[in-house]
Protein backbone atom coordinates (compact mmCIF):
# COMPACT_ATOMS: atom_id res chain seq x y z
CA UNK A 1 0.00 0.00 0.00
CA UNK A 2 1.30 3.01 -0.87
CA UNK A 3 0.36 6.56 1.87
CA UNK A 4 0.41 10.14 0.30
CA UNK A 5 0.55 12.78 2.72
CA UNK A 6 -0.83 16.27 2.07
CA UNK A 7 -3.37 15.54 -0.51
CA UNK A 8 -4.91 19.00 -0.50
CA UNK A 9 -1.85 20.79 -1.45
CA UNK A 10 -1.46 21.17 -4.83
CA UNK A 11 1.61 18.46 -5.30
CA UNK A 12 0.28 16.45 -2.82
CA UNK A 13 -2.81 16.33 -5.27
CA UNK A 14 -0.60 15.51 -8.46
CA UNK A 15 1.00 12.82 -6.87
CA UNK A 16 -2.07 11.23 -5.55
CA UNK A 17 -3.85 11.83 -8.88
CA UNK A 18 -1.32 10.18 -11.04
CA UNK A 19 -0.47 7.08 -8.83
CA UNK A 20 -4.40 6.54 -8.46
CA UNK A 21 -4.36 6.18 -12.55
CA UNK A 22 -1.59 3.21 -12.19
CA UNK A 23 -3.44 -0.24 -12.51
CA UNK A 24 -2.53 -2.54 -9.71
CA UNK A 25 -1.49 -0.09 -6.99
CA UNK A 26 -3.46 0.23 -3.44
CA UNK A 27 -3.20 4.24 -3.04
CA UNK A 28 -4.33 6.11 -0.19
CA UNK A 29 -4.88 9.80 0.84
CA UNK A 30 -3.59 11.16 4.12
CA UNK A 31 -5.10 14.82 5.34
CA UNK A 32 -4.99 16.45 7.82
CA UNK A 33 -8.91 16.50 8.11
CA UNK A 34 -9.15 12.82 6.74
CA UNK A 35 -12.39 10.94 7.70
CA UNK A 36 -10.78 7.79 8.15
CA UNK A 37 -12.71 6.67 5.36
CA UNK A 38 -11.94 8.70 1.82
CA UNK A 39 -8.99 9.90 3.04
CA UNK A 40 -6.98 8.85 6.46
CA UNK A 41 -6.13 11.82 8.56
CA UNK A 42 -2.47 12.40 8.96
CA UNK A 43 -1.68 15.53 11.23
CA UNK A 44 1.79 16.62 11.32
CA UNK A 45 0.88 18.62 14.52
CA UNK A 46 -1.30 15.58 15.93
CA UNK A 47 1.42 12.74 16.41
CA UNK A 48 -1.35 10.29 17.88
CA UNK A 49 -2.71 10.44 14.41
CA UNK A 50 0.17 9.39 12.76
CA UNK A 51 0.62 6.01 14.71
CA UNK A 52 -3.03 4.71 13.30
CA UNK A 53 -3.09 7.04 9.99
CA UNK A 54 0.43 4.80 9.01
CA UNK A 55 -0.93 1.33 9.43
CA UNK A 56 -0.01 -0.95 6.60
CA UNK A 57 1.69 1.58 4.30
CA UNK A 58 4.47 -0.13 2.66
CA UNK A 59 5.41 3.20 0.81
CA UNK A 60 5.17 6.47 2.40
CA UNK A 61 5.40 9.22 0.08
CA UNK A 62 5.92 12.04 2.97
CA UNK A 63 5.21 15.62 1.37
CA UNK A 64 7.33 18.28 3.08
CA UNK A 65 5.10 19.80 6.00
CA UNK A 66 5.39 23.35 4.48
CA UNK A 67 5.98 27.08 5.12
CA UNK A 68 6.56 27.64 9.38
CA UNK A 69 9.24 28.51 11.64
CA UNK A 70 11.95 25.46 11.53
CA UNK A 71 11.38 24.53 15.04
CA UNK A 72 7.70 23.54 13.92
CA UNK A 73 8.91 22.20 10.95
CA UNK A 74 11.28 19.71 13.11
CA UNK A 75 8.93 18.77 15.27
CA UNK A 76 6.46 17.48 12.54
CA UNK A 77 9.14 15.94 10.40
CA UNK A 78 10.71 14.39 13.56
CA UNK A 79 6.35 12.74 14.42
CA UNK A 80 6.24 11.54 10.96
CA UNK A 81 9.88 9.95 11.09
CA UNK A 82 9.36 8.45 14.60
CA UNK A 83 5.51 6.95 13.59
CA UNK A 84 6.62 5.73 10.17
CA UNK A 85 9.43 3.02 11.63
CA UNK A 86 6.50 2.38 14.95
CA UNK A 87 4.67 1.72 12.12
CA UNK A 88 7.09 -0.87 10.08
CA UNK A 89 6.75 1.43 6.90
CA UNK A 90 9.65 -0.12 4.24
CA UNK A 91 10.23 2.71 2.23
CA UNK A 92 9.66 6.26 2.96
CA UNK A 93 9.92 8.95 -0.49
CA UNK A 94 10.65 12.35 1.16
CA UNK A 95 10.12 15.73 -1.35
CA UNK A 96 12.87 17.80 -0.37
CA UNK A 97 14.84 21.17 -1.93
CA UNK A 98 17.14 21.30 -4.21
CA UNK A 99 20.95 21.64 -3.95
CA UNK A 100 20.95 24.93 -5.37
CA UNK A 101 18.93 26.25 -2.83
CA UNK A 102 21.00 24.88 0.14
CA UNK A 103 22.37 28.53 1.38
CA UNK A 104 18.48 28.91 1.41
CA UNK A 105 17.28 30.21 4.86
CA UNK A 106 14.08 27.17 4.02
CA UNK A 107 16.86 24.22 3.46
CA UNK A 108 17.85 24.01 6.96
CA UNK A 109 14.84 21.63 7.85
CA UNK A 110 15.12 19.29 4.77
CA UNK A 111 18.85 18.50 5.33
CA UNK A 112 17.48 18.43 8.98
CA UNK A 113 15.37 15.54 7.60
CA UNK A 114 17.03 13.83 5.33
CA UNK A 115 19.63 12.94 7.57
CA UNK A 116 16.43 11.59 10.11
CA UNK A 117 15.31 10.05 7.78
CA UNK A 118 19.17 8.14 6.81
CA UNK A 119 19.22 7.22 10.75
CA UNK A 120 15.57 5.38 10.48
CA UNK A 121 15.46 1.75 9.60
CA UNK A 122 13.72 2.19 6.69
CA UNK A 123 14.89 2.48 3.45
CA UNK A 124 14.62 6.13 1.75
CA UNK A 125 14.38 7.81 -1.33
CA UNK A 126 14.92 11.73 -1.60
CA UNK A 127 13.50 14.01 -3.98
CA UNK A 128 14.96 17.24 -4.35
CA UNK A 129 12.76 19.51 -5.86
CA UNK A 130 13.64 22.45 -7.47
CA UNK A 131 11.85 25.80 -6.86
CA UNK A 132 8.22 26.29 -8.60
CA UNK A 133 7.77 27.95 -12.01
CA UNK A 134 5.05 29.66 -9.91
CA UNK A 135 7.07 31.62 -8.18
CA UNK A 136 8.57 33.95 -11.36
CA UNK A 137 4.76 33.46 -12.63
CA UNK A 138 3.53 35.69 -9.02
CA UNK A 139 6.79 38.41 -9.19
CA UNK A 140 5.74 39.33 -12.51
CA UNK A 141 1.57 38.57 -11.67
CA UNK A 142 2.49 41.38 -8.54
CA UNK A 143 4.53 43.38 -10.55
CA UNK A 144 2.26 43.99 -13.62
CA UNK A 145 -0.23 46.49 -12.95
CA UNK A 146 2.84 49.14 -11.78
CA UNK A 147 4.31 47.74 -15.14
CA UNK A 148 1.32 48.65 -17.23
CA UNK A 149 1.66 52.25 -15.63
CA UNK A 150 5.38 52.78 -15.78
CA UNK A 151 6.83 50.45 -18.24
CA UNK A 152 9.41 49.55 -14.99
CA UNK A 153 8.92 45.99 -13.82
CA UNK A 154 10.61 45.96 -10.54
CA UNK A 155 12.10 43.05 -8.53
CA UNK A 156 14.96 42.27 -5.97
CA UNK A 157 16.69 39.45 -8.28
CA UNK A 158 19.72 41.28 -9.30
CA UNK A 159 21.39 40.20 -12.30
CA UNK A 160 21.08 36.52 -11.05
CA UNK A 161 18.38 33.82 -12.70
CA UNK A 162 16.48 31.56 -11.13
CA UNK A 163 16.11 27.53 -12.32
CA UNK A 164 12.62 26.88 -11.69
CA UNK A 165 10.57 23.45 -12.40
CA UNK A 166 6.78 22.92 -13.17
CA UNK A 167 5.19 21.32 -10.42
CA UNK A 168 3.55 18.43 -12.68
CA UNK A 169 6.96 17.39 -13.73
CA UNK A 170 7.94 16.83 -9.90
CA UNK A 171 4.98 15.28 -9.36
CA UNK A 172 5.60 12.57 -12.37
CA UNK A 173 8.45 12.07 -11.13
CA UNK A 174 7.28 11.22 -7.74
CA UNK A 175 4.24 9.32 -8.96
CA UNK A 176 7.09 7.15 -11.40
CA UNK A 177 9.28 6.45 -7.74
CA UNK A 178 6.70 5.63 -5.95
CA UNK A 179 4.82 2.94 -8.19
CA UNK A 180 8.50 1.30 -8.76
CA UNK A 181 9.07 0.96 -5.27
CA UNK A 182 5.83 -0.78 -4.78
CA UNK A 183 6.20 -2.70 -7.52
CA UNK A 184 9.88 -3.65 -6.03
CA UNK A 185 8.82 -4.09 -2.75
CA UNK A 186 6.45 -7.37 -3.80
CA UNK A 187 8.21 -8.84 -6.37
CA UNK A 188 12.07 -8.78 -4.66
CA UNK A 189 11.76 -7.00 -1.04
CA UNK A 190 13.66 -3.92 -1.70
CA UNK A 191 13.44 -0.77 -4.23
CA UNK A 192 15.92 0.04 -7.12
CA UNK A 193 15.40 3.58 -5.50
CA UNK A 194 16.56 2.57 -2.06
CA UNK A 195 18.90 5.39 -0.35
CA UNK A 196 18.97 7.56 -3.75
CA UNK A 197 18.98 10.75 -3.98
CA UNK A 198 17.41 13.27 -7.07
CA UNK A 199 17.82 16.65 -7.66
CA UNK A 200 14.94 17.62 -9.86
CA UNK A 201 16.31 21.02 -10.85
CA UNK A 202 14.31 22.83 -13.60
CA UNK A 203 15.89 23.23 -17.22
CA UNK A 204 15.01 26.83 -17.45
CA UNK A 205 16.56 29.55 -15.87
CA UNK A 206 14.32 32.96 -15.14
CA UNK A 207 15.53 36.44 -14.97
CA UNK A 208 14.26 40.07 -14.06
CA UNK A 209 15.17 40.49 -17.78
CA UNK A 210 13.08 37.64 -18.73
CA UNK A 211 9.92 38.35 -17.10
CA UNK A 212 9.98 41.98 -18.12
CA UNK A 213 10.21 40.44 -21.99
CA UNK A 214 6.77 38.11 -20.74
CA UNK A 215 5.23 41.67 -19.65
CA UNK A 216 6.12 43.61 -22.58
CA UNK A 217 4.10 40.86 -24.74
CA UNK A 218 1.55 40.87 -22.68
CA UNK A 219 0.84 44.61 -21.77
CA UNK A 220 1.76 45.82 -25.51
CA UNK A 221 4.01 48.34 -24.25
CA UNK A 222 7.90 48.38 -23.60
CA UNK A 223 8.73 46.83 -20.15
CA UNK A 224 12.25 47.12 -18.78
CA UNK A 225 13.71 45.55 -15.42
CA UNK A 226 14.77 47.15 -12.29
CA UNK A 227 16.38 45.54 -9.34
CA UNK A 228 15.15 46.51 -5.78
CA UNK A 229 17.23 46.44 -3.16
CA UNK A 230 17.04 43.65 -0.69
CA UNK A 231 16.68 46.86 2.61
CA UNK A 232 13.46 48.00 0.97
CA UNK A 233 11.94 44.92 -0.28
CA UNK A 234 12.12 43.42 3.49
CA UNK A 235 10.60 46.77 4.66
CA UNK A 236 7.88 46.23 1.57
CA UNK A 237 7.54 42.62 2.90
CA UNK A 238 6.92 43.75 6.34
CA UNK A 239 4.43 46.19 5.41
CA UNK A 240 2.30 44.36 4.16
CA UNK A 241 1.36 41.94 6.70
CA UNK A 242 3.65 38.65 6.12
CA UNK A 243 4.69 36.68 9.05
CA UNK A 244 8.59 37.73 10.28
CA UNK A 245 9.74 34.06 9.59
CA UNK A 246 7.96 34.51 5.48
CA UNK A 247 9.79 37.67 5.28
CA UNK A 248 13.31 35.90 6.56
CA UNK A 249 12.45 32.77 3.97
CA UNK A 250 11.57 35.63 0.81
CA UNK A 251 14.34 37.89 1.27
CA UNK A 252 17.07 34.93 1.75
CA UNK A 253 15.61 33.45 -1.97
CA UNK A 254 16.23 37.17 -3.21
CA UNK A 255 19.56 37.30 -1.76
CA UNK A 256 20.71 34.23 -3.32
CA UNK A 257 19.12 35.33 -6.52
CA UNK A 258 20.83 38.43 -6.65
CA UNK A 259 24.59 36.10 -5.60
CA UNK A 260 23.54 33.68 -9.06
CA UNK A 261 23.08 31.05 -6.55
CA UNK A 262 19.44 29.68 -8.05
CA UNK A 263 20.82 28.50 -11.36
CA UNK A 264 21.36 25.02 -11.52
CA UNK A 265 23.21 23.11 -13.86
CA UNK A 266 22.84 19.48 -13.52
CA UNK A 267 19.61 18.30 -12.90
CA UNK A 268 18.32 13.99 -12.35
CA UNK A 269 14.68 15.65 -13.51
CA UNK A 270 15.41 14.26 -17.90
CA UNK A 271 16.54 11.13 -16.86
CA UNK A 272 13.28 10.19 -14.99
CA UNK A 273 10.71 11.59 -16.86
CA UNK A 274 8.92 10.15 -20.00
CA UNK A 275 9.32 13.34 -21.63
CA UNK A 276 10.71 16.37 -21.94
CA UNK A 277 9.96 18.71 -19.15
CA UNK A 278 6.99 21.34 -19.58
CA UNK A 279 8.02 24.74 -20.45
CA UNK A 280 8.23 26.36 -17.26
CA UNK A 281 7.73 29.72 -19.06
CA UNK A 282 3.85 28.78 -20.04
CA UNK A 283 2.37 29.44 -16.95
CA UNK A 284 4.29 32.56 -16.21
CA UNK A 285 3.11 33.81 -19.46
CA UNK A 286 -0.85 32.94 -18.30
CA UNK A 287 -0.19 34.21 -14.96
CA UNK A 288 1.04 37.45 -16.68
CA UNK A 289 -1.76 37.66 -19.23
CA UNK A 290 -3.97 37.17 -16.68
CA UNK A 291 -3.07 40.34 -14.35
CA UNK A 292 -2.51 42.52 -18.08
CA UNK A 293 -6.20 41.39 -18.33
CA UNK A 294 -7.15 43.21 -14.94
CA UNK A 295 -5.23 46.13 -15.35
CA UNK A 296 -7.14 46.90 -18.45
CA UNK A 297 -3.88 47.24 -20.52
CA UNK A 298 -3.67 43.81 -22.49
CA UNK A 299 -3.65 44.56 -25.94
CA UNK A 300 -6.03 42.60 -28.05
CA UNK A 301 -4.18 40.42 -29.76
CA UNK A 302 -0.90 39.07 -28.07
CA UNK A 303 2.27 37.30 -29.66
CA UNK A 304 4.23 34.35 -28.16
Do not use: C
Request: zero cysteines; aromatic letters at 4%; hydrophobic letters at 45%.
Amino acid sequence: MILVTGVTGALGGLVLGGLSAVDGLEVVAGTRSGDGTTARRIDFDDPATLAEGFKGVDVLVFISAGYAEDDVVLARHGAVTDAATAAGVRHVIYTSLAGSGDLMSIALPHRWTEARLAAAPFDVTILRNGLYSEIPAGFAMVGAESAAATGVFAAPLGDGRMSVVAKEDLADVAVRVAAETQRDLEADGRSRHAHKTYELEGVTAISGHDLAEVLTRALGRTVEYQTVSLYDTREALAGIGMESYQVTHAISMFSNANAGLLEAHDTDLTTLLPTEPRPVHDPIVKAVEAAAMATGRAPATKGR
